[in-house]
Each structure stands twice: as structure tokens, then as C-alpha cells.
């Protein structure tokens, strides 16, 4: 990890969620990352699984955009990798 920058790891039972940030945060650039962290959340629960489609869906882990972060089709877990 870069020197001036805060790591905090929470690990679910599908995996681990990381989120890098720098220590020091000025006001906007802290009500953008919180804006964000919203959209993240969001995008998180639409990956939730139900009863009806846990019988049938895919349990891999799938590669989304460039390959920095893994998201499970099927449940809340989204790891952001370095």
C-alpha cells in the first residue's frame, strides 16, 4: 500500500471487501467519496440473490471491466482489487 493512504478490510462470508483511501480528505472530496460508497451500495444490492434464482445461477466469480474488482453474480460481495 502507498504511503499516506488507509486500508480497511471486511470479510464476508463470500469474501473479503477492501477499500483504499487517502488519510487526509479535504470536505468535497470526502462528499464525493460518500456519494460513491451510495452508488457502490446500490450496485451491491442488485446482486443480491433470491430463493428463485439461487436454484439455477451461476456461482463463479466473474472479471467485470478492466479486471480491478470481482463482483459474485449472485450474492452482495464485491472485492475492489489493487
Given amino acids: 500500500m502507498q504511503a499516506g493512504m488507509?486500508?480497511?478490510?471486511?470479510?464476508?462470508?463470500?469474501?473479503?471487501?477492501?477499500?483504499?483511501?487517502?488519510?487526509?480528505l479535504s470536505q468535497e472530496s470526502f462528499e464525493?467519496?460518500?456519494?460513491?460508497?451510495q452508488l457502490v451500495i446500490r450496485k451491491a444490492k442488485r446482486s443480491i440473490?433470491?430463493?428463485?434464482?439461487?436454484?439455477?445461477?451461476d456461482k463463479r466469480?466473474?472479471?467485470?471491466g478492466n479486471?480491478?474488482?470481482?463482483?459474485h453474480p449472485t450474492k452482495a460481495s464485491v472485492c475492489i482489487m489493487r
Avoid: H, M, N
Fill in 49 to 57: 440473490r433470491t430463493e428463485a434464482t439461487e436454484e439455477g445461477s
Fill in 32 to 37: 464525493d467519496l460518500e456519494s460513491w460508497l
Fill in 6 to 24: 488507509k486500508e480497511d478490510v471486511f470479510t464476508l462470508e463470500e469474501g473479503p471487501v477492501i477499500l483504499q483511501y487517502p488519510e487526509s
Fill in 61 to 64: 466469480l466473474k472479471k467485470k
Fill in 67 to 71: 479486471g480491478q474488482a470481482l463482483v
